[in-house]
């Protein structure tokens, strides 16, 4: 009676899928020709890239949430009287919510799910945002509240790595990486284009609940589309470099069997007639912990750490102190740019999928090997965004200092080709414990690069230095492209696209 409840299980778990063949990457693994079972949902869109587009809208939604709330508190701010260190403190307080959260998502993501830890994420930060109160008084209050939403989302990048870790196959990484995280750059030019009307209109309590809808909106999406590989698909996945979490552990009584004489699940039910029997096809080192001291020493580990730090180094710098060089350095307010303050965070939402579609090109056609491509794209990128950082303050005009920053962001987008995929490059198994270590330090490059950029110019004025000349900017300007060079240099240096982690 057990082997007959087994044959059920296993049956079910093939009858919930349809098995799919492609690439061939997966042969050199298991000399079968094909690139590991990918789902195809009930329509004719394989379920993989309904996953891709909802972490598509996931992270657009939370970039919405995020100039959102900026644009509401500082029209409350303003309103209230707030001064502008109590402002920056509370607009601050979200990146130490933040920086708390990324290695326990991954840790999380990997003990539970990503796609379990994803959906409690937003509840939790939409259920906040929604109570976040729009008193500009009440410090305290907003900065718990900001504390609570930077903590949550923190989970999320973690966790979207291990989803798409367990689905996206080697062949794909590349432009379903970059697609995901495009959204952040599109949310964040659209909240920037359309929230501003919201609070002129309605007021800050509109934007809060918006967004807490939207996120809200969201997670009913990702509860019904959004699903885990089938267990039924995990021997060839984990063979052709594809990532598993813990949670597959507590369930290995529906794993695939094999027929006698067959290993690893090679024959699966070729014949339902013949005597089966179930085996442990889940490779062992499953068992083991997480290898958290080989995580933390190993160098390609360490270069995509780098090139995340850099990249938001460059990526916040820009986004928080470009209207200020705007108004005090060139004179002109974002108000009558119109249109053009947009085209940066559009830059990088194209540049972004282009450097996604390149990459796997490379790949696929075997132009270059993985390791070549990775640092070709990430080399690449952080290279020109120097250069247009060191010509940003030759430029006395809004329009050049906007081309700067364009082609700056766009090709730092280009470079997430290389090191933002390189976790599942190197660690499909463990991609949301290494995307928590370094968007870790992504996010102290936030607070450092922010901070540092307001010392400099403190520095500048106490030596009686005119921030209103263009050319007094430099060092700001000049600290990223220097950190982007060097970046580049180690990336080249020690990044493989190479499992390290088995």
């Given amino acids: 009676e057990e082997e007959e409840e087994e044959k059920k299980a296993v049956c079910a778990c093939l009858r919930e899928s349809e098995l799919v063949h492609g690439g061939a990457a997966m042969a050199k693994h298991t000399g079968s020709g094909f690139n590991g079972w990918l789902l195809r949902t009930s329509s004719s869109i394989p379920q993989r890239y309904v996953v891709v587009f909802l972490t598509f809208l996931c992270t657009c939604v939370c970039y919405i949430e995020r100039v959102g709330f900026s644009v509401a508190y500082t029209a409350a701010a303003e309103k209230g009287g707030v001064d502008e260190g109590t402002k920056g403190f509370i607009l601050s307080s979200f990146f130490y919510g933040y920086v708390l959260s990324q290695v326990p998502g991954g840790w999380a993501a990997q003990l539970l799910g990503g796609r379990r830890v994803l959906l409690l994420s937003f509840c939790l930060w939409s259920i906040t945002c929604a109570l976040t109160p729009t008193d500009a008084g009440s410090v305290a209050a907003i900065v718990i509240a900001r504390l609570l939403v930077g903590v949550a989302q923190g989970f999320i990048f973690p966790s979207i790595h291990t989803v798409l870790a367990q689905w996206v196959p080697p062949h794909e990484r590349s432009r379903c990486v970059s697609l995901t995280t495009s959204g952040m750059y599109f949310g964040a030019a659209v909240g920037m284009l359309l929230l501003p009307s919201v609070v002129l209109n309605r007021g800050p309590r509109a934007v809060f609940l918006v967004e807490a809808a939207m996120g809200g909106g969201w997670a009913l999406i990702w509860l019904r589309y959004a699903s885990d590989p089938p267990l039924s698909a995990l021997p060839k996945a984990l063979a052709a470099g594809f990532g598993v979490s813990n949670v597959y552990q507590k369930n290995r009584s529906l794993l695939p069997v094999t027929v006698d004489g067959e290993e690893n699940g090679e024959g699966l039910l070729k014949d339902l007639g013949r005597k089966i029997k179930p085996v442990d096809v889940v490779d062992k080192s499953l068992d083991a912990g997480i290898p958290w001291s080989k995580i933390m020493l190993s160098l390609p580990v360490w270069a995509i750490v780098v090139s995340n730090f850099t990249f938001h180094y460059s990526l916040y ?11 005090q350095g060139l004179r002109v307010t974002l108000k009558n740019l119109g249109f053009l303050k947009m085209l940066p965070y559009l830059n990088m939402f194209l540049f972004s999928n282009l450097g996604g579609v390149i990459a796997d090109l490379l790949i696929v056609r075997k132009i270059l090997s993985v390791t070549s491509t990775r640092k070709v794209l990430n080399t690449g990128g952080f290279t020109v965004a120097a250069m247009a950082l060191m010509l940003m303050t030759g430029f006395r005009s809004a329009t050049g200092a906007i081309l700067c920053s364009s082609v700056c962001l766009g090709f730092c987008a280009l470079s997430r080709a290389g090191f933002a995929v390189n976790h599942m490059d190197i660690a499909p198994r463990y991609a949301g414990i290494v995307m928590g270590v ?43 492209a220097v950190l982007s060079l060097a970046s580049a240099a180690l990336f080249v240096a020690f990044a493989t696209g190479e499992r390290v982690f088995d």
């Fill in 317 to 327: 710098v820009l986004m928080n102190w470009l209207p200020t060089y705007f108004s």
């Fill in 438 to 480: 370094s968007n870790t330090a992504g996010t102290l490059a936030g607070i450092v690069g922010v901070g540092l950029t307001g010392k400099i110019l403190e520095t500048a004025k106490a030596r009686s230095m005119d921030i209103t000349d263009p050319h007094t900017w430099t060092t700001v300007f000049m600290a990223p």
